[in-house]
């Protein structure tokens, strides 16, 4: 793993964005693997300035890591809505090719739709990466398997509380997600993970220190070759 420290919060977004430019900068047709969350907002933003400065996403393709189950694309909380907010009504690429699995129809069926998406266009050449607070990744709640594929997960209490801020007074957040899987998010080529603020810094140090457990999801990113992991000073605080 290759861990870049940043002072601010913004300095590890700007990080995060500038790789995800040069990656669509030297591979026009790159797989792009997306996240949502707060986190990847200001992120969003950036690629979107930065498309403003002639950086084209119309030959890319990507492949989101989870949708809410029982959430339509057009539902105001599910992610297909979060994207095209935050990134895809603002830049050159097709609806057709972005991938996100469907909340609103059977799971196990919007699981295999999205693998064999995958399969026919990937891999993905840079999977973007938020961390939760209990150290998943994507909705791989604490426990999943380390090899697991594009699935249903329960949401664990923790993290619908966390995202409960997402949703308006009297909305439940749903009770679970399709979600890449780990084994599916390790055959990207390269992963870049973004973390920012204090609230982090036990997951960070799971991720990074170990050990490799289902106990933390993405501790599992020690197995790949290629992670990078951009931190500001609050969510590095626990490293050694
Ligand atoms: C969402 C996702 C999640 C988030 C994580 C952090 O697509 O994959 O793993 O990245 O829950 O969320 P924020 O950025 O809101 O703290």
Redesign the pocket.
Known sequence: MRIVLHDTAEAARAFAVARIAATLAAKPDAVLG????????PVYEGLIAAHRDGLSFARATTF???EYVGLAGDHPQS?RTYMRHHLFDHVDIAAARTHIPRGDIDPAEAAAAFEAALAASGPVDLQL?????NG?????EPSSSLASRTREKTLTRS?RE??AR?FGAGETPPHSAV?MGIGTILESRAILV??V?A??AGAVRGMVEGPVTARCPASALQMHPDVTVALDAGAAAELE
């Open positions: 997306l996240a949502t969350g707060g986190t990847m907002e989101n890591l989870d992610y990466l938020g961390l939760g607070h998943h990744i994507g909705f791989n993290t966390a995202n997402f979600t973004l973390a603020g609230a982090k």
